[in-house]
């Protein structure tokens, strides 16, 4: 962290005294230039300029402009305070650090066999962490997400093209429910390929 951003914290934080239901003017903001990355394709993604953020907190936000990503910022804000009141969390103090905290997993853990073979050969990786917000976007930069359902429907025998968020407990549900060769299901052994 900057050491601007370290002075601007402790600023927002003695000045949260003066009063309690605080707003995202009252806290730290940090916005930060992106550099363009010219191996970034996405039809489905987009590529922007700025970043704005809350220093210790992780709420953040992008924009083609320092003002579109602030304005971003105050939605992502308002829904975080949102999420949290829905949880019973308070809404931290401004320039305090919020520890961070992962996504829950209850979904995919519903599928522990499924998503260790699913990991070894759709992703073809050893090990990855996955929420139940993990999507076939979080593991590739293609321009789509073709190339991996191609896969799903040449290794399991379902066809997963139509699950529009690309959710992997809504395609772990799907293979379960309609696929083959998968690991504990009856078909071919998932380890012949």
């Known amino acids: ?23 995202l003017k009252d ?16 039809t489905e993604r987009k590529q922007f300029r700025y970043i704005a953020s809350i220093p210790f907190w992780g709420v953040a936000a992008e924009g083609n ?12 804000f308002e829904k975080a305070k949102i999420a949290r009141k ?12 919020v520890p961070i905290e992962f996504a829950a997993q209850e979904l995919i853990n519903e599928y522990p066999e499924l998503a260790d073979d699913f990991i070894r050969r759709i ?17 590739h ?8 359902i191609a896969k ?9 093209s139509d699950i529009q968020s690309a959710k992997l407990w809504e395609i772990f549900e799907r293979i379960a429910t309609d696929g083959k060769n998968i690991p504990g299901g009856s078909g071919r052994d998932p380890t012949s390929q």
């Not at 962290?1 to 707003?23: E, G, N, P, Q, V």
């Not at 402009?65 to 992502?76: F, G, I, Q, R, T």
Request: negative net charge; proline residues 5%; charged residues 35%.
């Open 1 to 23: 962290m900057k050491t601007k951003d370290r002075i601007k914290a402790s600023w927002k934080y003695c000045t949260s005294f003066l009063r309690s239901d605080w707003r």
């Open 27 to 42: 806290y730290p903001i940090s916005i930060t230039e992106l550099k363009p990355d010219a191996s970034f394709e996405s």
């Open 65 to 76: 402009s320092k003002k579109d990503a602030v304005k971003a910022l105050e939605e992502a």
């Open 86 to 97: 829905k949880e019973g969390k308070p809404i931290p103090r401004p320039g305090t650090e």
């Open 123 to 139: 992703l073809e990786k050893q090990w990855v962490w996955m929420s139940d917000e993990s999507s076939l976007w979080d593991f």
């Open 141 to 148: 930069h293609d321009q789509n997400n073709d190339g991996l």
């Open 152 to 160: 799903i429907k040449d290794i399991y025998c379902v066809d997963v």
